[in-house]
Antibody, heavy 116, light 106 residues
Framework: QVQLVQSGAEVKKPGASVKVSCKASGYNFNGYYLHWVRQAPGQGLEWLGW????????NYAQKFQGRVTKTGDTSTSTAYMELTRLKSDDTAIYYCARDYEWLDYWGQGTLVIVSS | DIQMTQSPSTLSASVGDRVTITCRAS??????LAWYQQRPGKAPKLLIYEASSLESGVPSRFSGSGSGTEFTLTISSLQPDDFATYYC????????FGQGTKLEIK
C-alpha cells in the first residue's frame, strides 16, 4: 500500500533552516510528483510547491521562491523540503503529498516550531 | 492567481442531516477540483476529484458536483465521523485551497 512517512518534529530558532524528509513506499517513486503543503496552527492549507523525483524539476509557490528547496533521492525513495531564513510565522505542520493531479496520498505531517 | 472561496466557514448540523458546502473559483477551473476531509490532528484525506468522482473507499453519502466556477460537496446523511473540516482544492498551476469549512455538531 502507498505510504508517505515523514521525519519527526523540529524546533528551530528564527533565521535558521529546517529540512523535512518524506519517505515513499508502495509505489514507483519516480512516477509521481510530490507536493509540499503546510498548515499553520488553527489555519487552512497552503501549497508550497512540487518536485519531480525523476527529473529533479520543481515548481514553487511565488511566496516561497528563494527560501525553499526541494530535492529527491531516488535511491531511497525519499523527498526533502528545506526552508531557510525561518520566521515565527513559518511555525506549521508540513505535509508531503503524492500528485495524481489531485493529491491522493498524504504523509502524516511534520511539526516545525520556530521560536527564539 | 485563481482564488477559491468556500462557504460557509462554519456549519452546524445534526447526525442524519443533509449538508452542502460551496466552493467558488475566481475564474473558470473546468472540473479541476478536489475535496478533502481533515479530522483534528490528522492529514487531509481525499474524498472527491475531478469535481464529482468519488475516491475509492469513500462512502457514497459524499458527492460532488459543479464545473466552471461553482462547485458543491454534499453529504447526504451525516454520520458522527463526518464532523471535520472540509477543503476544496484547485489542482492545476497554482494549487490553491479554499479556506475550509468546519462542520460542527449542533
Amino acid at each position: 500500500q502507498v505510504q508517505l512517512v515523514q521525519s519527526g518534529a523540529e524546533v528551530k530558532k528564527p533565521g535558521a533552516s529546517v529540512k523535512v524528509s518524506c519517505k515513499a513506499s508502495g509505489y514507483n517513486f519516480n512516477g509521481y510528483y510530490l507536493h509540499w503543503v503546510r498548515q499553520a496552527p488553527g489555519q487552512g492549507l497552503e501549497w508550497l510547491g512540487w518536485i519531480s523525483p525523476i527529473s529533479g524539476g520543481t515548481n514553487y509557490a511565488q511566496k516561497f521562491q528563494g527560501r525553499v528547496t526541494k530535492t529527491g533521492d531516488t535511491s531511497t525513495s525519499t523527498a526533502y523540503m528545506e526552508l531557510t531564513r525561518l520566521k515565527s510565522d513559518d511555525t506549521a505542520i508540513y505535509y508531503c503529498a503524492r500528485d495524481y493531479e489531485w493529491l491522493d496520498y498524504w504523509g502524516q505531517g511534520t511539526l516545525v516550531i520556530v521560536s527564539s | 492567481d485563481i482564488q477559491m472561496t468556500q462557504s460557509p466557514s462554519t456549519l452546524s448540523a445534526s447526525v442524519g442531516d443533509r449538508v452542502t458546502i460551496t466552493c467558488r473559483a475566481s475564474q473558470t477551473i473546468f472540473n479541476w477540483l478536489a475535496w478533502y476531509q481533515q479530522r483534528p490532528g490528522k492529514a487531509p484525506k481525499l474524498l472527491i476529484y475531478e469535481a464529482s468522482s468519488l475516491e475509492s473507499g469513500v462512502p457514497s453519502r459524499f458527492s460532488g458536483s459543479g464545473s466552471g466556477t461553482e462547485f458543491t460537496l454534499t453529504i447526504s446523511s451525516l454520520q458522527p465521523d463526518d464532523f471535520a473540516t472540509y477543503y476544496c482544492h484547485y489542482y492545476k498551476n497554482s494549487y490553491t485551497f479554499g479556506q475550509g469549512t468546519k462542520l460542527e455538531i449542533k
